[in-house]
């Protein structure tokens, strides 16, 4: 009978808990909701005591608390888990994340909002999902991360599509609209252009001591480098720039450990997959440190019609750099199992490990800092600076446009496929068939014409 009574007395206290903080008289529902937690956890109640701990952390947010929410809300996801409420799970993750959003603790905020989203989705909570979703896009806004903020937007988007939730729809895309013209006009300090043009200068005066000076001196440069891009991002306050410099972190990186390796006995094929390394490593290094999701750094598969007559380019592209270069082939023989085998490599190796990084991840950065234009041309001459090595000017013409090409095909489509394979392709082409057909070619056209 006792039990009975202390039963219905919480649902009383938890009842009235709703109601006060309905009425917006916060104060007197926290007290409903701490009496109904002593009361749920007499009767042997989890589910219930998280329910009322999380009432408890909403009404402490409401009154602009966040540290006594975080306290509560971390009670209810604990008594969630246990239970396996996924639901539960994701609402006490997203008051979680509100807290570290009152902090102005944005990464930490939206990495709860990312758990949160898994949890709703698991659950089909769509709709809450797109939500929180949105959440994520305003906290990038807030910190003027324009592209980063378009796609959280846009993910809300097709969850609010899914459920049909006009209402909402309609105020993402008025919320995309305002931001639009932001992401074509963003405007950086000037001493932010003037430190981004001196590490551009810097990285190319390094490759070019490497390719033409001194290798020594050259690793030694890359290392200042790689020195005062740490420094610098540690210091400076701007989310954008110091996430930026924090991904050009990764090119004195993969240059100092590419040259350190022993690769002199190996076969050239071989050299692009193992110098591929750190750049995979240095990306996904890159993806943990800054939260990236898969969507934002472009592994989606897109509209594949459109991707693949992009990955057809190659073709194209790799003809026109072979009358550019005119390199050794890369294979002794010439067959299908030699060429389908190094093209393998060759896409890995090149296509998908630089595109990661440069597109993927770079170029997303570079636009949060100077907008899409100027984002994808800052992105654009950091990939043609890597190629120095190559002792041909005109290359570097082509290899900065075939970089522009790569990255506003990303701007469109937000997907690597396409560039990745475009990319495999051209150095297959490259390296692997133009260095056999080419010579036969040529005598052949010399006889027609």
């Known amino acids: 009978m006792g039990e009975s009574m202390d039963k219905m007395d919480a649902k009383m206290a938890f009842d009235l808990g709703n109601t006060s903080y309905s009425q917006g008289k916060l104060e007197e529902a926290i007290s409903y909701y701490k009496k109904a937690v002593s009361l749920f956890k007499n009767t042997n109640n989890p589910q219930k005591e998280a329910d009322a701990l999380l009432g408890i952390g909403d009404s402490y947010i409401s009154l602009n608390k966040p540290e006594e929410a975080q306290k509560y809300y971390k009670g209810s996801l604990d008594l969630y888990s246990a239970a396996e409420d996924i639901i539960g799970e994701g609402y006490a993750l997203t008051g979680l994340g509100i807290t570290f959003e009152r902090y102005k603790d944005y990464e930490e905020a939206r990495e709860c909002y990312e758990k949160s989203i898994k949890k709703f989705q698991k659950?089909?909570?769509?709709?809450?999902?797109?939500?929180?979703?949105?959440?994520?896009?305003?906290?990038?806004?807030?910190?003027?991360?324009?592209?980063?903020?378009?796609?959280?937007?846009?993910?809300?988007l097709e969850l609010f599509e899914r459920v049909k939730d006009r209402e909402r729809e309609a105020r993402v895309k008025d919320a995309m609209k305002s931001i639009e013209s932001k992401r074509y006009g963003v405007k950086s300090s000037k001493k932010e252009i003037a430190a981004l043009i001196i590490y551009f200068i810097a990285i190319a005066a390094a490759e070019i001591s490497v390719t033409y000076v001194n290798m020594q001196m050259g690793l030694v440069l890359e290392m200042v480098i790689l020195f005062a891009l740490l420094f610098h991002s540690s210091i400076h306050e701007s989310y954008n720039f110091s996430t930026l410099l924090r991904?050009?972190?990764?090119?004195?990186?993969?240059?100092?450990?590419?040259?350190?390796?022993?690769?002199?006995?190996?076969?050239?094929?071989?050299?692009?997959?193992?110098?591929?390394?750190?750049?995979?490593?240095?990306?996904f290094t890159l993806i943990r440190a800054q939260k990236l999701t898969r969507k934002k750094i472009g592994l989606v598969l897109g509209n594949i019609p459109l991707q693949l007559t992009i990955a057809l380019s190659g073709v194209l592209l790799g003809f026109t750099e072979y009358l550019i270069l005119k390199p050794a082939p890369l294979i002794s023989t010439f067959s299908i199992e030699s060429v389908l085998f190094g093209a393998v490599l060759l896409t890995i190796g090149t296509g998908f490990a630089e595109e990661l990084l440069f597109r993927g991840i770079l170029q997303k950065n570079a636009e949060n800092v100077f907008g899409k234009i100027f984002g994808l041309l800052y992105a654009s001459i950091l990939f043609t600076a890597l190629h120095v090595g190559w002792q041909s000017s005109l290359d570097l013409?082509?290899?900065?446009?075939?970089?522009?090409?790569?990255?506003?095909?990303?701007?469109?489509?937000?997907?690597?496929?396409?560039?990745?394979?475009?990319?495999?392709i051209s150095n297959s082409f490259l390296f692997l068939i133009m260095p056999f057909i080419f010579p036969v070619i040529v005598?052949?056209?010399?006889?027609?014409?």
């Open 123 to 156: 659950a089909g909570d769509y709709k809450r999902a797109g939500m929180v979703s949105n959440l994520i896009a305003n906290t990038f806004e807030l910190q003027d991360a324009f592209e980063d903020a378009v796609m959280d937007y846009k993910r809300s």
């Open 397 to 424: 013409v082509f290899v900065f446009s075939v970089a522009i090409f790569y990255g506003f095909v990303f701007q469109k489509t937000r997907s690597l496929l396409g560039v990745t394979l475009s990319h495999g």
């Open 247 to 283: 991904s050009m972190m990764a090119l004195p990186m993969i240059r100092i450990i590419g040259l350190s390796i022993p690769i002199m006995q190996i076969e050239p094929l071989y050299w692009f997959p193992i110098i591929a390394i750190p750049l995979f490593a240095a990306s």
């Open 443 to 449: 005598p052949y056209l010399a006889t027609v014409f």
